[in-house]
């Protein structure tokens, strides 16, 4: 099984920044594309930015220019730079990961347990 474990959410002013990071746990063979969504109370989860393997980013239209996704292949990490931050950007952020594990032959979708980010007005 692959663990996400994500983590840098929070509490921060309309206007202000946050960095998330999610890392991927041992037993990974291959990473393939890593992803940010988001699920505000209500809604349903949406997908925010992308990254494939070769490094290619796309996100969600209400993000651009102020979001970036990144990601450390040696750490099997992936980062979400968060600013200019707006209320409506308060969710529940979820790091996915579409990964091969040792012994298997597929690749498969893996989820964290997801972090809170709230930006007050």
């Known amino acids: 099984q692959v663990q996400l474990v994500e983590s840098g959410g929070g509490l921060v002013q309309a206007g202000g920044s946050l960095r998330l990071s999610c890392a991927a746990s041992?037993?990974?063979?291959?990473?393939?594309?890593m992803a940010w969504y988001r699920q505000a109370p209500g809604e349903q989860r949406e997908l925010v930015a992308h990254?494939?393997?070769?490094?290619?980013?796309t996100y969600t239209n209400s993000v651009k220019g102020r979001f970036s996704i990144s990601r450390d292949n040696a750490k099997n990490t992936v980062y979400l730079q968060m600013n200019s931050l707006k209320p409506e950007d308060t969710a529940v952020y979820y790091c996915?990961?579409?990964?091969?594990?040792?012994?298997?032959?597929?690749?498969?979708?893996?989820w964290g347990q997801g972090t809170q980010v709230t930006v007050s007005s």
């Open positions: 996915n990961a579409y990964a091969r594990t040792y012994g298997s032959t597929s690749y498969n979708n893996y």
């Open positions: 041992s037993n990974i063979f291959s990473i393939n594309s």
């Open positions: 990254i494939s393997i070769s490094g290619g980013t």
